[in-house]
Structures are given as C-alpha cells and as structure tokens.
C-alpha cells in the first residue's frame, strides 16, 4: 500500500555563503532528518547525503556532501526529499502516514461517495485532505481533523462519515 518512499522535507534554499542548505522537514521532530542522512529524490535516486546540521525554524540547516557553493544550494531549491519507508517504525495501532491516505475514496456519512484522496498538504493552519470529486473536476480541500475525517480504516481502504463543507 502507497509508495515505497515517503517524504520528510524539502530544500528551501541556501542559508549563509558557505553552501549550507536550509530543509523544511515534515517529520515530527524535524532535527530527525539528520538521523536519516541519506535523503532520495522522488524518483529513489540519490538525493542529498547529510554530514552535519542543526534544527531552525521549521527544520534544519544542513551541511551535504553533493552542495559545496551558495549558488549549488539555490539551484536545489523546491527539491523534495524522501527516505525508504522502511527506514520509519510500523505504526503503532490506530495510526498511519499520511502518505497511506493518498488514493482512498472517502464517502460521506451516509455512505454516499466524496470522492478521492489526491494529495495531503499543509499551508500552514494544519493538514488538509486534497479531494478529486467522483465526477472529476476541481478538487477541494477538506481539513484533516477528528471532526471533519472521523474514520479512517485503512484497512477497508478507505475514509468513511466524511461531512464536506457546505458550499454556498
């Protein structure tokens, strides 16, 4: 189920004139990044080798071993970093990645269907569940939180008692 590489962070930019690199982490502990060391790219090649870092706001400043200018550290920019999954722990029971998320169908409390996860992303007020409608079309955005996705059963492969937003 899902991919075999999960996201943890993406490179920001360049931070100082040394060719160190700031990194958006998207672990719960965003200093865990240095743990990992050896970041993918999407595709699962080589992306970033970390030597060294320290946790900043939202992430770490890093030293890696491909980024030795400011210039090579702005040039990365946007690039998103991924570990095997089988670098994580399982979880435990009751808890999942996000990641999982990706491709369920949600259906309403009444077992109507919503449609399809696209995507989870996060502007900045929390996780946000990305929905393609049955249909097709423009998707909308559904908050991820105990009210609006009561039940997830990842098992079944779905999310189910979903209430969408009223739309006026």
Known sequence: MGSDLIQVGRIAGAFGV???VRITSFTAE?????????????????GLTLLSGRPA????VARAREIETR????AMRGLKLFIPRTALPEPDENEFYVTDLIGLPVEA???AP???IKSVQDFGAGDL??????EGGATWYLPFTREAVPDVRLAEGKVVGVRPPEIE
Do not use: C, F, W
């Not at 865990?32 to 595709?43: G, S, T, V």
């Not at 706001?57 to 770490?60: A, D, E, L, R, T």
């Open 18 to 20: 040394r060719g160190e």
């Open 30 to 46: 965003p200093a865990a990044l240095l743990d990992y060391r050896d970041l993918k790219r999407e595709d699962g090649s080589a």
């Open 57 to 60: 706001k939202g992430g770490v």
């Open 71 to 74: 210039e090579q550290a702005e």
């Open 109 to 111: 409390t009444d077992g």
């Open 114 to 116: 919503l449609g399809t």
């Open 129 to 134: 569940l990305e929905i393609v409608p049955p």
